[in-house]
């Protein structure tokens, strides 16, 4: 019954898209000259002026501060940089730090690279670095329990940490984006609201205007230390419907979109200007449970919405082939990721573990426990659009065991699961491995007070692995108690992972020396451009 409903919706979006799509064509077409104006990138035929080369990029999540210590957009939008960066191989990699080395288990070294500015002209050093962690730690408590600094010493290009414990993995932690490496003299001169609306950094691109949750409009900055972009501008737009981003890069209204809905693919692909980018990426879909509650304290319930995820489904009917049944927080690809046989759908077994923990059903069929039936709020949000999609197949195959899960949609999820205690489940999807390493998850998603662990759910046995993993510098060990990790969190059912998602990304074939990455990090670069 669900599937076929779930067919019935994407055949009638496709309808809409086309009408949307013959509607946007009709008005895009009205005159050349229009066109010309829409398109800053095109001369018309005959011109000699030199183009004035533009992008326009779309993304799925709008934001309404660009303050780089506490968002990832300026650094996808090549305002900012960070001292190291992962590679296309997802290896660290300097980027404005040329090296790095450690002089014993708490002290690591930094050099930082020379003959670098930020985009008011003031030159990079390390003394520069110290003063942008410091911000960063003192305006994001996740930050600092990451990079556990107890002191810095700037001198001319070195900087050195010294940490409050043995900390192996702070080279693999600088890749955050949270880390990113800004002007805090400039701050202080423009005020810090000023700041994050426009933030001085050192990458290709700098802030021309900000439309809070609408656009960044980028321009070149000359001085780049890396050669200066090919791009004179660059604007990035924000829009949360999945099906709007799509139609923006069928009329040609946007360059690249991220996070196209998997329906549109097919329609796009056959558009000879365009192409489709599915990327298998290092982000998971899964289930998270808010422990708070006492129905989810038990890990029978857990285990028994778990088994009700239908992991194939989700694969064929949701993403359309774009993903993978997941069976951990990691791919499987990686060194560390699960490679145990995907949890298949069992309701019977689902309805027995719910039973065990004292629930009967009533004269309706639903589960009773106390007179009260099992209903639990399920969240979920558009700015992926196949997370709504999910939630209603849980709630179909749930409502067949006797379970009421009632959708509730939000605008901005992580704001709400910080601000809201009332919840019981949600969809949700992270970048679970964006450091190439596994300890940056581990430890936000399962350490009292971490980004990504907004109950403060907290396992005594994970958490003992997590603190030896932290201390472990070799990197074979580290593989080791990752697994050993992750064998805990399938255990206790702390969350319920549902596939790994393709990085779906819209490109118009004008766009050359660029492609999307695994990390989700690089995107507006210097060397992209467009024919």
């Known amino acids: 019954m669900f599937l076929s409903s779930l067919h019935r919706k994407n055949r009638a979006r496709s309808l809409l898209y086309s009408l949307l799509l013959s509607t946007a064509v009709a008005v895009t077409g009205c005159s050349?000259?229009?066109?010309?104006?829409?398109?800053?990138?095109?001369?018309?035929?005959?011109?000699?002026?030199?183009?004035?080369?533009?992008?326009?990029?779309?993304?799925?999540?709008?934001?309404?501060?660009?303050?780089?210590?506490?968002?990832?957009?300026?650094?996808?939008?090549?305002?900012?940089?960070?001292?190291?960066?992962?590679?296309?191989?997802?290896?660290?990699?300097?980027?404005?730090?040329?090296?790095?080395?450690?002089?014993?288990?708490?002290?690591w070294v930094f050099t930082i690279r020379d003959g670098v500015t930020f985009q008011d002209g003031t030159k990079l050093d390390a003394a520069a670095v110290k003063a942008s962690l410091e911000r960063g730690i003192a305006v994001n408590k996740p930050l600092d329990r990451a990079l556990k600094i107890a002191s810095m010493e700037a001198s001319g290009q070195q900087l050195t940490i010294v940490t409050t414990e043995p900390h192996p993995a702070l080279p693999s932690e600088m890749v955050n984006p949270y880390t990113s490496v800004v002007s805090v003299q400039a701050e202080k001169n423009m005020g810090t609201e000023a700041f994050n609306n426009a933030p001085v950094g050192?990458?290709?691109?700098?802030?021309?205007?900000?439309?809070?949750?609408?656009?960044?409009?980028?321009?070149?900055?000359?001085?780049?230390?890396?050669?200066?972009?090919?791009?004179?501008?660059?604007?990035?737009?924000?829009?949360?419907?999945?099906?709007?981003?799509?139609?923006?890069?069928?009329?040609?209204?946007?360059?690249?979109?991220?996070?196209?809905?998997?329906?549109?693919?097919?329609?796009?692909?056959?558009?000879?200007?365009?192409?489709?980018?599915?990327?298998?990426?290092?982000?998971?879909?899964?289930?998270?449970?808010?422990?708070?509650?006492?129905?989810?304290?038990?890990?029978?319930?857990?285990?028994?919405?778990?088994?009700?995820?239908?992991?194939?489904?989700?694969?064929?009917?949701?993403?359309?082939?774009?993903?993978?049944?997941?069976?951990?927080?990691?791919?499987?690809?990686?060194?560390?990721?699960?490679?145990?046989?995907?949890?298949?759908?069992?309701?019977?077994?689902?309805?027995?573990?719910?039973?065990?923990?004292?629930?009967?059903?009533?004269?309706?069929?639903?589960?009773?426990?106390?007179?009260?039936?099992?209903?639990?709020?399920?969240?979920?949000?558009?700015?992926?659009?196949?997370?709504?999609?999910?939630?209603?197949?849980?709630?179909?195959?749930?409502?067949?065991?006797?379970?009421?899960?009632?959708?509730k949609t939000v605008e901005n999820i992580d704001t709400y699961l910080r601000e809201n205690k009332d919840w019981d489940v949600t969809t949700y999807s992270n970048l679970t491995a964006p450091r190439g390493d596994g300890g940056f998850f581990l430890n936000s998603a399962f350490v009292p007070g971490g980004s990504l662990n907004p109950t403060d759910m907290n396992s005594t046995a994970l958490h003992a692995v997590i603190a030896q993993l932290n201390a472990t510098a070799d990197p074979a060990k580290r593989v080791e108690l990752t697994k050993k990790a992750v064998q805990t969190v399938k255990e206790e059912v702390l969350h319920s992972y549902a596939v790994y998602p393709n990085i779906i990304v819209g490109v118009n074939k004008r766009v050359t020396d660029w492609k999307p990455g695994a990390d989700e990090y690089y995107i507006v670069t210097n060397n992209m451009d467009v024919k």
Do not use: C
Not at 66 to 95: F, M, Q, S, Y
Not at 215 to 238: M, N, P, Q, T
């Open 32 to 107: 050349q000259s229009e066109q010309v104006q829409s398109n800053p990138g095109q001369q018309q035929e005959g011109s000699t002026e030199r183009d004035h080369k533009q992008a326009t990029i779309l993304l799925s999540f709008k934001t309404g501060s660009l303050d780089p210590h506490n968002n990832a957009t300026p650094i996808k939008a090549g305002i900012v940089e960070t001292l190291v960066r992962l590679d296309e191989h997802l290896e660290l990699k300097p980027w404005l730090a040329t090296k790095w080395e450690a002089k014993d288990e708490r002290t």
């Open 202 to 407: 050192t990458g290709p691109f700098k802030v021309k205007q900000f439309t809070p949750n609408m656009e960044i409009a980028l321009e070149r900055y000359d001085g780049y230390w890396d050669g200066a972009a090919k791009l004179d501008e660059v604007s990035v737009k924000f829009n949360e419907d999945g099906n709007v981003r799509a139609l923006a890069l069928q009329s040609q209204e946007a360059d690249i979109v991220y996070h196209l809905p998997a329906e549109s693919v097919a329609a796009i692909e056959k558009d000879s200007r365009l192409l489709v980018e599915s990327v298998p990426g290092l982000r998971v879909h899964y289930l998270l449970y808010n422990q708070q509650k006492p129905q989810l304290q038990d890990v029978r319930v857990r285990k028994a919405i778990d088994l009700m995820i239908d992991r194939d489904s989700i694969v064929k009917n949701v993403m359309l082939g774009h993903a993978a049944p997941a069976n951990g927080p990691f791919p499987t690809g990686l060194p560390f990721g699960n490679t145990d046989a995907v949890q298949k759908q069992n309701l019977g077994e689902a309805r027995k573990l719910l039973e065990e923990a004292g629930y009967t059903a009533g004269a309706d069929g639903r589960l009773l426990k106390g007179g009260k039936p099992l209903t639990l709020e399920l969240l979920t949000y558009k700015g992926r659009p196949e997370l709504p999609l999910i939630a209603q197949l849980v709630q179909s195959d749930a409502a067949k065991v006797g379970v009421t899960l009632q959708i």
